[in-house]
């Protein structure tokens, strides 16, 4: 195998974690499924066609994701594996025939049912009393819920008939019509938006704090079980009618059926109805009815043999491109969004899509006016799959993309090695203020307690901080306004002074700091850290940026760890008028403290190499085991690549642990890294 080749392995496993982290940790899917699906697919074709390649930490054998630092562990008797899926009537024809061929041809009945798209759980009850409840995790561990699984309306606490031991494995998922009440609920009070019922779902139950999920309006179904001692039941069909004497729900549209033929009809029908179900279905679930024949097939490392998810198509409807208009978003994206002539799309009225970037306009050929077909992928985000050619227009036009920002008019770039354009405006761009205030204001950059999420989202909204220069002249204006911050909802007296108190503390800032907090594309802290070790005050660094030259350019490149891309990004920034002039005002107002070059312990074998520290440290914070790899030499980055040279693992260290062991590279603990740097 070739090094592009492994390269492109290890490219799809880390996009494979990152969505995996995203999905079941954050609640926040950052790609639809059928994209993840098609990802799998592609890395198990290459780890085919490359036997000899085996990953050290194989993510295709994997469930989930391991559970999260702020819940309870709990073992499952029986790990909860995933689903293998289909995606046609010739694939669901060969799992039955594998199936039957595993059991010699015996006569095998198969329970189909709602594959339901939602956040899977396993309760455990012993004598008939609910003991806890874990999340899948990564199948083998999940977090403990139970807490929040209690103050569900249909959490039986007590079954009727008091087995032993049962593992109950369901889903919990949110009704549409729940989800939009929830929803407007969230909007009224200026609370977090959920962008489809899965994540509302999922959100809800994983919260830290019992109480929320305790208003949270989440259902669940029943749909199998996993280790168990005394059930009466010894099929699928039985267990189902079992759950429903014990008060459990399980889901009305299971179905005992008995050949291909009968799978497929049910699909189509379930396929058919789905819109009208009241919630989000993904596809269905085929299982092998009798738990004796389960037994025999077994499983696999991720799935078992005996079950597959027989996936829905995405669903696709003709309509009428209207119009692009442009979305600026908090950091500066500028996305194209379809206006649509409104069309129901899996039983969803779509009147929007978005079109992602300029090269996906230009790749799909997208012309306003065209006839296009729409998709819901997952059932869950519209897009524009493509433009019908033969019905185009001759007035048809190709678009246009604008060149500069259309809220604050400043130019919009797309860089080379992007596919995102992207608002140069910075500090003065509306659509970024709320973000930029957000980032300034965080911990590693002014630090000001008081001022987090909502609170700089709130004075933003009244107009009270436009620029990061507001901030510190907020409480000369608050003592001669009418309104001043005690008297809105949720302040005071005490909150308004310790307010102003935290404000105070910062006006007195490091240089690194004062860089980050700028928050200037492609410069984070460990490069803040070397431009202002570099300058070493707020004069020469400003000097150097108001009088750019090649000169300042060829300077810049000098310094180990920063290239072309950091660059362009500070030439850009202090371009704009706006933005130079906003740093000006802000100087006046804080006081930026010179950067001391640190002492360089030559002898250490640290010297001159690159770290990466990841996970959580213990034995001490994440910006003293920086400043510490500084002191000896060594160059902090934020990405392991194969320029690293020791990653330094704490506890709950994630994808870029695993990068690490793929390429092969040094990784010490936190013990071993704190004792050769005495």
């Known amino acids: 195998m070739n090094d592009s080749t492994a390269t492109h392995m290890m490219q799809l496993y880390a996009q494979l974690l990152e969505a995996d982290r995203a999905y079941y940790h954050d609640n926040a899917p950052i790609m639809d499924d059928a994209s993840y699906d098609a990802l799998r697919r592609a890395l198990e074709a290459l780890e085919q066609e490359h036997p000899h390649y085996v990953h050290p930490d194989r993510l295709l054998d994997k469930v989930g994701i391991a559970p999260a630092s702020g819940f309870g562990k709990i073992t499952h008797g029986v790990p909860m594996l995933s689903l293998a899926n289909a995606f046609s009537a010739e694939d669901v024809a060969d799992f ?64 009727t008939q008091a087995i032993p031991r049962i593992e109950l494995r369901g889903e919990v998922y949110m009704s549409h019509d729940d989800f939009a009440a929830l929803n407007a609920g969230q909007e009224a009070r200026n609370q977090k938006i959920f962008a489809n019922p899965r994540n509302a779902a999922a959100g809800s139950l994983r919260q830290l704090d019992a109480t929320i999920t305790a208003t949270r309006p989440l259902s669940y179904f029943i749909y199998g079980c996993g280790a168990h001692e005394g059930l009466p039941c010894s099929n699928q069909a039985e267990f189902f009618a079992w759950c429903a004497e014990q008060g459990l729900p399980v889901n009305p549209q299971a179905q005992q059926v008995h050949n291909v033929a009968m799978i497929e009809e049910h699909y189509q029908r379930l396929m058919h109805e789905r819109s009208h179900l009241g919630y989000d279905i993904d596809g269905m679930v085929i299982k092998v009815n009798e738990f004796a024949l389960q037994e025999r097939l077994g499983a696999i490392a991720r799935s078992p043999r005996w079950a597959i998810a ?12 209207e119009d692009i208009i442009i979305q600026v978003g908090r950091t500066g994206a500028l996305t194209p969004v379809a206006v649509l002539r409104p069309v129901t799309v899996g039983g969803v009225v779509v009147s929007r899509a978005t079109l992602h970037n300029r090269d996906e306009i230009e790749r799909k050929d ?45 130019p919009a770039v797309q860089e080379a090695d992007e596919a995102v354009t992207r608002c140069t405006g910075g500090l003065v761009c509306d659509a970024q203020r709320v973000e930029r205030i957000k980032h300034a204001v965080k911990r590693g950059c002014f630090d000001i307690e008081g001022l987090g999420g909502k609170n700089s989202e709130l004075l933003c909204e009244r107009g009270l901080v436009r620029t990061l220069s507001d901030i510190f002249t907020l409480q000369e204006r608050n003592r001669d306004s009418l309104t001043p911050l005690r008297k809105l909802e949720g302040w005071g007296i005490k909150s ?25 594309r492609h410069i984070g802290e460990n490069t803040a850290e070397l431009l202002a070790t570099h300058y070493h005050t707020m004069d020469n660094f400003m000097h150097a940026m108001q009088n750019f030259s090649t000169a300042t350019s060829e300077d810049l490149r000098n310094i180990h760890g920063i290239g072309d891309a950091v660059v362009g990004a500070l030439q850009q920034f202090f371009a704009h ?62 990405s392991v690549s194969r320029k690293t040279d020791y990653v330094i693992a704490g506890s709950d260290a994630g994808s870029k642990l695993t990068q690490a062991q793929t390429l092969g590279l040094t990784i010490l603990s936190e013990q071993e890294w704190m004792e050769q740097t005495r």
């Open 96 to 159: 039955v025939d594998r199936v039957q061929r595993g059991l010699m041809n015996a006569s095998v009945s198969f329970m189909v049912e709602p594959k339901i798209d939602g956040l899977s759980f396993s309760a455990l009850y012993e004598y008939g009393r609910l003991v806890h409840v874990a999340t899948r995790g990564d199948g083998t561990q999940g977090e403990d819920i139970t807490a929040n699984f209690r103050t569900l309306k249909q959490c039986v606490s007590q079954l």
């Open 310 to 321: 027989y996936k829905f198509p995405a669903e696709q409807a003709r309509t009428r491109l």
């Open 577 to 638: 008028p706006a933005q130079k002039e906003e740093v000006e005002c802000l100087r006046t107002l804080v006081q930026v403290q010179d950067t001391i070059a640190p002492m360089i312990a030559q002898d250490s074998i640290f010297a001159g190499k690159t770290l990466v520290f990841t996970g959580s440290l213990s034995l001490c914070s994440r910006d003293e085991a920086k400043r510490r790899a500084l002191s000896l030499g060594a160059k902090v980055a934020s």
């Open 496 to 520: 308004e002074t310790k307010l102003f108190e935290a404000i105070e503390s910062a006006r007195s800032i490091s240089l690194s700091r004062f860089i980050y907090a700028l928050g200037i």
């Open 366 to 410: 997208l012309r306003i006016g065209d006839h296009v077909l729409v998709e819901r992928a997952g059932d869950v985000i519209p897009y524009v799959s493509c433009a019908l050619l033969d019905e185009r227009e001759a007035s048809a036009q190709p678009y246009i993309f604008p060149d500069h920002c259309p809220v604050c008019g400043s």
